[in-house]
């Protein structure tokens, strides 16, 4: 992650997704709106060259159908590149400890890590019904930003059966109940 996406990242408590990331997160829309465009396009070249509008309801339920799915799609994975966010007085070290100790227990392959990120994948079995997830935690003061969503670098998946909000949830609820022993 780059300094910009992480800024961006903080600043819109949004998953800032690379170009091959926002390609693959985005490309169920591009695919299900294809055929509508192709043939509103050939609508739009009957109108021009014959001065004739004509369309069938079968062409209109396929304009429609796939146009309504496709924004019920973009809403879901907008709302999956949002992170949670908590915050928290335990120290970095300590937040990193939790984070290793979830990332053995849930199978992540540690990836990225600087100062500010920690990035992590999955890599399920070829039955699992996902083709893994990505785990993006930012650290900025005292505030920890987690996001779970399918792994943008991978093939497009518009499902990860729960992975994901187990992923997030796991991490958040450890750190809370170290924050609290902390505490009290």
């Known amino acids: 992650m780059t300094e910009a996406q992480f800024q961006k990242s903080i ?7 690379s170009t091959v990331g926002k390609f693959n ?26 001065h004739s509008f004509h369309i069938s309801q079968a062409e209109l339920r396929i304009i429609i ?28 070290p300590e937040i990193l400890k939790i984070i290793k100790q979830v990332s053995k227990d849930l199978n992540w392959i540690p990836g990225t890590h600087s100062a500010n990120t920690f990035i992590a994948t999955t890599n399920p079995g070829f039955f699992s019904g996902s083709w893994g997830e ?38 958040l609820n450890r750190i809370t109940e170290a924050n609290q022993v902390e505490i009290g």
């Open 134 to 171: 990505q785990i993006t935690i930012l650290f900025d003061g005292n505030q920890i930003f987690v996001n779970s969503v399918c792994n943008p670098q991978d093939r497009p998946s518009l499902a990860s059966f729960g992975r994901n909000r187990n992923n997030m949830k796991t991490l």
């Open 25 to 50: 997160h985005w490309s169920p829309i591009f695919f299900l709106l294809l055929v509508p465009v192709v043939i509103l396009i050939s609508i739009a070249v009957s109108i021009i060259s014959q």
């Open 11 to 17: 600043e819109r408590g949004e998953l800032q997704l």
């Open 65 to 92: 159908i796939p146009s309504v799915l496709s924004l019920l799609i973009y809403l879901v994975q907008k709302r999956r590149l949002k992170f949670k966010i908590i915050t928290t007085t335990l120290s970095q």
